[in-house]
């Protein structure tokens, strides 16, 4: 009975806590448990270099990076279990959190640098050399990390309960599911078979469409040809779980922002400028809007209005959160023996000392300067010193927006917050007297720099949620991460340049859309074309007009920001969470019911995120089997609702078993 007490999450590990209630994570504070040592150290070092690999290449094909977390933690539990190790989940949890590396350092790299090598073949100039890409990629993530530890207090220990961590929750489930065993864990495994067969064959084979979309049905189409309107909701059972884990209130508003793009903003613009061609801040845009698809409305003005909304919402909370940032400013250099000592006695409230984050943190953007100054804008003191001070202030203040978009929905509008910056870093060296080909070079590294910062910092989030749920020791996790994003930088940089001698990045091969976008916004911004100010405005006045309603303002932006096929889901997989909980006059059913539910969300996630990193290892050996023709057949869309349909049912029979 001890034994399956030390390995049961407790009651009220998702829930707010009540007045005075403390939260006992599942290894005690006051006991040590194995952590960091040789096997879980090489372990996460060889996770951190095969999804690295991986990542960079789908990314860079289809422009979606997977999050590694929760497939290296089904790994972590298989090769513990294959050894027989006793007491491994704090080292499962260090495998794990430094492994998760690869996905982050992925995005931050391949979202803004392989830009780089596509303006390279119009300005010879530029050069993408692999120390550019390795420095850019690990003074980023060294950055993101000593930005957010003085806040993991804050998001992980004292705003327990209030945010819904979907990733966190999904992986913590795989990881204590593979100390408690046997029955315990079937419920887990048998969704994630479920879930990860169901999105395997659809990403692998093809069997159906991923997306249902109106366009199935005539007037459908010709909605969305004349109107502009269009619906979409992706099939795949891995959102759907994540829809069931952020819940219904969070899906609700992410929806609503969604909605109001889709089906406002964009039939909006159609109806009052249906003949002009708006592309003052783009001129790559030739068409009329009232000749684009709803997709090309969004993907022109849309998302950009997104983008405002994103960088209003963050620049809202980091001033509702500026006690918080004062005080982890104010904290920097204290001694941490001065603090006091029932924290340092717990175990599970060690955090790196202050003093080292300090001494770091100089030390890293010091050497963030050299690199600048040397490699970047070749000996140009006020160059290197105003995109250090840009990097540094950005980087910083951004850190508790990704923090807080991940504890939400699990996702960071990474590339979004990483578009702004480049924009504000191209106006400002501009400003200064960089242009051309030289001031594109270096505002794509001083991005590089952000978008690998912003993307560590939420990342790591995750596994210090995961840890503070378990109860290893945060200090360790701080400590080992680095290592894991020196690895994850290593790798990205030789993998992106064997890439770009395979295909070329700008024959167009591998789409790396991110990339694409950041080069077609930088170039007229770096030859004197204005960035669309109006757009940003607009959502950014949204923004304030939620937060003056009490609207979770960056819920509503990421909304506006993500694609509809992706939001729906999510309103999808509330709604059934809803509707689960709800279903019995008995509270403990109904809670009972519920844990059972985001164990199978937890499964589908965790199935249809290591199916997604075969899917693409199967790609990457050239094993594509998708009929292009049939996915195109409007019969290969209803199959996918009728098979979601199915999956959906699955789902709520599951949770009264």
């Known amino acids: 009975m001890e034994e399956k007490k030390q390995v049961q999450l407790p009651e009220n ?231 069931y884990i952020i819940g219904l209130k969070y899906a609700f508003v992410i929806c609503l922002g969604s909605l109001a793009v889709w089906w406002i903003i964009v039939p909006g613009m159609a109806l009052l400028f249906p003949n002009d061609v708006l592309n003052m801040w783009d001129p790559s845009i030739t068409t009329a809007i009232g000749d684009m698809t709803p997709e090309q409305i969004f993907k022109s003005y849309g998302k950009s209005i997104g983008i405002g909304g994103i960088a209003m919402a963050g620049i809202i909370g980091i001033w509702k959160s500026r006690n918080i940032i004062v005080n982890a400013v104010k904290g920097i250099g204290k001694n941490p023996a001065a603090e006091t000592a029932k924290v340092q006695d717990l175990r599970t409230d060690r955090d790196l000392p202050m003093k080292i984050i300090s001494i770091g943190t100089i030390l890293t953007v010091i050497i963030t300067f050299l690199f600048f100054y040397f490699g970047v804008f070749k000996g140009n003191i006020l160059y290197a010193a105003v995109g250090i001070l840009l990097v540094g202030f950005i980087a910083f203040l951004f850190t508790t927006v990704a923090a807080n ?69 945060p200090k360790k996790q701080e400590q080992w991460k680095f290592l894991g994003v020196l690895v994850s930088a290593a790798t990205v940089g030789g993998v992106m340049m064997l890439l770009n001698q395979t295909y070329n990045f700008a024959s167009g091969e591998l789409a790396a859309p991110q990339a694409n976008a950041m080069a077609a916004v930088i170039e007229p911004l770096m030859s004197g074309v204005g960035a669309p100010w109006l757009l940003y405005g607009i959502g950014a006045l949204i923004a304030i007009v939620l937060t003056w309603f009490k609207v979770p303002a960056l819920a509503f932006a990421l909304g506006m920001f993500i694609p509809l096929e992706l939001n729906i889901p999510l309103l999808i997989g509330g709604a059934v969470n809803w509707f689960v909980t709800t279903r019995s006059k008995d509270k403990k059913v109904n809670d009972e019911r519920g844990e059972k539910g985001t164990l199978i969300a937890s499964g589908f996630i965790a199935g249809g995120a290591l199916m997604g990193v075969i899917s693409a290892l199967l790609r990457f050996i050239g094993f594509n089997p998708i009929n292009e023709t049939w996915l195109a057949n409007p019969l290969s869309e209803a199959l996918s609702l009728a098979a979601y349909l199915l999956l959906i049912t699955y789902f709520i029979r599951a949770t009264r078993k």
């Open 13 to 243: 590990a998702f829930r707010e806590l009540k007045e005075g209630e403390e939260y006992e994570p599942v290894m005690s504070p006051r006991k040590e448990y194995p952590e960091v040592n040789v096997w879980s150290v090489t372990w996460g070092i060889l996770m951190a270099v095969l999804f690295s690999a991986a990542a960079a290449y789908l990314g860079l094909k289809v422009g979606q990076v997977f999050e590694a977390a929760i497939p290296i933690a089904i790994i972590a539990v298989g090769v513990s279990a294959a050894a027989k190790r006793s007491k491994a989940l704090g080292e499962n949890v260090i495998i794990q959190s430094i492994g998760a590396c690869s996905g982050s350092v992925v995005a931050g790299a391949i979202f803004t640098l392989p830009a780089i090598y596509i303006l390279q073949a119009k300005y010879p100039e530029m050069t993408a050399s692999f120390m550019n890409i390795f420095l850019a990629s690990l003074l980023g993530g060294i950055l993101g990390i000593l930005f957010l530890i003085p806040f993991r207090k804050y998001f992980v220990k004292d705003m327990h309960g209030k945010y819904p961590f979907p990733e966190a929750t999904a992986t913590t489930q795989v990881l204590i599911s593979g100390e408690k065993g046997g029955s315990q864990a079937k419920p887990l495994l048998i969704a994630g078979i479920v879930g990860g067969l169901y999105d395997f064959i659809v990403a692998t084979f093809g069997w159906w469409n991923e997306n249902f979309t109106t366009r199935v049905i005539g007037w459908g189409q010709q909605l969305a040809d004349n109107a502009k309107l269009v619906f979409k909701v992706n099939t795949g059972a891995a959102v759907l779980g994540l829809g």
């Open 405 to 473: 978009a991940i504890a939400i929905v699990g996702s960071n509008p990474v590339s979004g917050m990483t578009l702004m910056t480049l924009i504000l870093a191209s106006v400002v060296m501009v400003a200064v007297g960089l242009n051309g080909p030289g001031g594109m070079l270096a505002a794509l590294v001083m991005g590089g720099v952000v978008c690998t910062a912003l993307s560590v910092a939420g990342s790591f989030i995750t596994d210090l949620k995961i840890g503070y749920w378990l109860g290893t020791t």
